[in-house]
C-alpha cells in the first residue's frame, strides 16, 4: 500500500491550501481514509476522516476550516484548509484503514507565515 501526499508549501496566513493524497496498493472503496497532522513538537493530531458510506467525520477543533473529500474512482482523498492561521503549520499525513487508520504516507509540509 501507498499513499503519496502533496499539495503543502508555504502560506501566508488567511490563504487557503488543498492537499491531496493518492493511494496505490489497496482497494480503495472499502478503507476509510483520513487526514492527521504533527506540529513540531506536538503529537500527531486527527484532522479528518471520509468515510467508505460517504460520511465526514472532524473533531470539533477542526470543523468549519478542514474540509475532507474523496474520490473513489480516482482513489484519491483530499483535504481543504481554509483561512489557514500559523498554528496550522504542521506536517499533514493521509491514511487508511478498514477499522482505524492503519496504513500511513510519509506526509506534506504545510507553513503558515503570518
Known amino acids: 500500500v501507498q499513499l503519496q501526499a502533496s499539495g503543502g508549501g508555504l502560506v501566508q496566513a488567511g490563504g487557503s491550501r488543498r492537499l491531496s493524497c493518492v493511494s496505490s496498493?489497496?482497494?480503495?472503496?472499502?478503507?476509510?481514509m483520513y487526514w492527521y497532522r504533527q506540529a513540531p513538537g506536538k503529537q500527531r493530531e486527527w484532522v479528518a476522516t471520509?468515510?467508505?458510506?460517504?460520511?465526514?467525520l472532524y473533531p470539533d477543533s477542526m470543523k468549519g476550516r478542514f474540509t475532507i473529500a474523496r474520490d473513489n474512482a480516482m482513489k484519491t482523498v483530499t483535504l481543504q484548509i481554509d483561512s489557514l492561521i500559523p498554528e496550522d503549520t504542521a506536517v499533514y499525513y493521509c491514511?487508511?484503514?478498514?477499522?482505524?487508520?492503519?496504513?500511513w504516507g510519509k506526509g506534506t509540509q504545510v507553513t503558515v507565515s503570518s
Open positions: 491514511s487508511a484503514g478498514i477499522v482505524g487508520p492503519q496504513y
Open positions: 496498493g489497496m482497494i480503495f472503496n472499502i478503507h476509510h
Open positions: 471520509a468515510t467508505v458510506n460517504g460520511k465526514t
